[in-house]
């Protein structure tokens, strides 16, 4: 069981990138899949999650509403994060991770039982 994420790199302010996670040995349709971030010197912090129910109710960190967009693609067994309008604070290694959070608890990092690798999002100009 593998979680994949990709899709960093480096980009100016205002920029975009969107982040992909994909599975390797389980469908990802029977997990929450959250995206947490770390940034240098700082704690993990929930960035954003996709429910596993049929609703996929999301949800967001309060820095990137607005400008952040999660969604699946069951086709492709992936997770995406959309993320536009980018600031110099969202630099950070990216990760994504799939689990079972049980009510609001879906930024609760231990909750998730798979993780993928992290990629690196650096905002700068």
């Known amino acids: 069981v593998q979680l994949q994420a990709s899709g960093g790199g480096l980009v100016q302010p205002g920029g975009s990138l969107r982040l992909s996670c994909a599975s390797s040995?389980?469908?990802?349709?029977?997990?929450?899949i959250a995206w947490f971030r770390q940034a240098p010197g700082k704690g993990r912090e929930g960035v954003s999650c996709?429910?596993?129910?049929?609703?996929?109710?999301?949800y967001y960190t309060h820095s990137v509403k607005g400008r952040f967009t999660i969604a699946r693609d069951k086709t492709r067994n992936t997770v995406y994060l959309q993320m536009n309008s980018l600031k110099p604070e969202d630099t950070a290694v990216y990760y994504c991770?799939?689990?079972?959070?049980?009510?609001?608890?879906?930024?609760?990092?231990?909750?998730?039982?798979?993780w993928g690798q992290g990629t690196l999002v650096t905002v700068s100009s």
């Open positions: 991770a799939a689990g079972r959070p049980v009510g609001s608890a879906y930024f609760t990092s231990s909750l998730y039982d798979y």
């Open positions: 040995g389980f469908p990802l349709d029977d997990f929450s």
């Open positions: 996709i429910s596993s129910t049929d609703t996929g109710k999301t």
